[in-house]
């Protein structure tokens, strides 16, 4: 087996062709069933299901389900938790190699609290199948395979008994244990549900409240049940703290805040830049705009405007920045944006990336802009999966 390579794969050959093979380890020899090898194809995808000769790193699979032709979720569970983090090391690197032409040595950053791995998901995403039992699709499928358990869920989800009971058929379930004390919270196809089935009160509780310390200080945010979060109980507070720290106190500054969602960075921003600054929030998603609305109400230094990015920043609402802070979705900002960046003319861009790809080729077009990249930060907030979280700096040169 080869190197690995971007998506939670190893890189193997077959008669001259590409075949990317999952659940399986460099340096290792096994037997493995093609699961997409279309006639013509660039490269087959495949499923190690023999080891014959195993990697050191290798470890007992914690999550049979998620094993082979099983669901998805915890696709380097088979990796000992320090090799999976030097293999996001390695992809973060090569993808800046790669795409952005520059050399970093990347080291992925353990969070509090994740001695072995697990119990750290907050929000789970869970889907019935035709007899009412909860589970997940199966990878790169629409069959549903019902599980008995969720390790990677905190144990405040774990206790709720999801997959002891029968559910609607077809349905989506959504379970939020937030951090800070509030109660969990389930929603079926989006409506609240307790043990009695769904609660269709017009005041039925669709929301919960985040908490964390950032910096020194204590932060409180409303956010809704089923609107985007970051799901590892510490990821608030590193990647606000890693933000924080590479924007700096700037009473009086300018900050623009993209993709903002809910304010889990403007908040911390608007502290920042104190009274006499200015923070400007931009999200494209109206619910996470009603949500960051109610965050920041104590802090008339913040502008909100909803739309998408490009859009926004094309019709003026900045005209300026001292730094510009962005946290993408998974396709990145891409080219026309990063133009639009670059034209407020920002000292300093902060970019929190939950792709390398995309990151990679983000800096690339920024350096395109007479940007350089600076200190980037990786941190391994979703353990047992190939994704990685980083925050990189990049300075006007």
């Not at 914690?62 to 569970?77: F, I, N, Q, T």
């Not at 008339?300 to 005209?319: C, D, K, R, T, Y």
Request: with cysteine; proline share 7%.
């Amino acid at each position: 087996m080869g190197a690995v390579a971007h998506g939670g794969i190893c890189v193997a050959r077959h008669e001259g062709r590409v075949v990317f093979v999952r659940h399986t380890l460099p340096g290792e020899r096994v037997r493995a069933l093609v699961t997409d090898g279309r006639e013509g194809a660039r490269f087959w995808r495949a499923d190690a299901f023999e080891v014959l000769e195993a990697s050191p790193d290798r470890v007992p699979l914690a999550w049979p389900e998620a094993g082979p032709s099983g669901v998805g979720g915890a696709d380097l569970a088979h990796v000992a938790l320090p090799a999976q983090r030097r293999w996001k090391a390695d992809v973060v690197a090569e993808q800046l190699r790669r795409l952005a032409r520059t050399e970093r040595d990347v080291v992925v950053e353990a969070v509090p609290g994740d001695d072995d791995g697990w119990s750290w998901r907050t929000r789970i995403e869970l889907v019935t199948d035709a007899e009412g039992r909860a589970g997940m699709h199966r990878t790169r499928s629409h069959d549903v395979v019902p599980l008995a358990d969720m390790p990677l869920a905190v144990p405040e989800l774990r206790e709720l008994g999801l997959f002891d009971r029968r559910w609607p058929p077809g349905a989506r379930i959504t379970a939020v244990a937030p951090v800070g004390g509030d109660r969990p919270l389930v929603l079926v196809d989006g409506v609240p549900w307790g043990e009695k089935g769904p609660d269709r009160r017009p005041n039925a509780r669709a929301a919960v409240r985040e908490r964390a310390e950032v910096a020194g200080r204590e932060y409180t945010w409303r956010v809704a049940a089923d609107g985007f979060w970051q799901v590892h109980r510490a990821a608030p507070a590193a990647l606000a703290g890693a933000v924080v720290a590479a924007v700096g106190e700037r009473p009086g500054a300018t900050v623009v805040d993209l993709y903002s969602g809910a304010g889990l960075l403007t908040l911390p921003l608007a502290d920042l830049v104190g009274a006499d600054g200015r923070v400007v929030a931009v999200e494209g998603d109206a619910r996470a705009v009603r949500d960051a609305r109610r965050n920041v109400h104590e802090h008339p230094q913040v502008a909100l405007h909803e739309g998408p990015v490009e859009e926004v920043l094309a019709g003026g609402a900045v005209s300026r920045a001292d730094v510009v802070v962005l946290d993408p979705p998974r396709v990145g900002a891409g080219r026309d944006v990063v133009a639009a960046i670059a034209g407020v003319g920002p000292e300093r861009v902060v970019y929190v990336a939950c792709d390398p790809a995309a990151l990679a080729r983000d800096v690339a077009y920024l350096e395109g802009h007479g940007y350089a990249l600076g200190e980037v930060r990786a941190f391994d907030l979703f353990p047992m999966t190939h994704h990685v979280e980083c925050v990189a700096v990049l300075d006007r040169s």
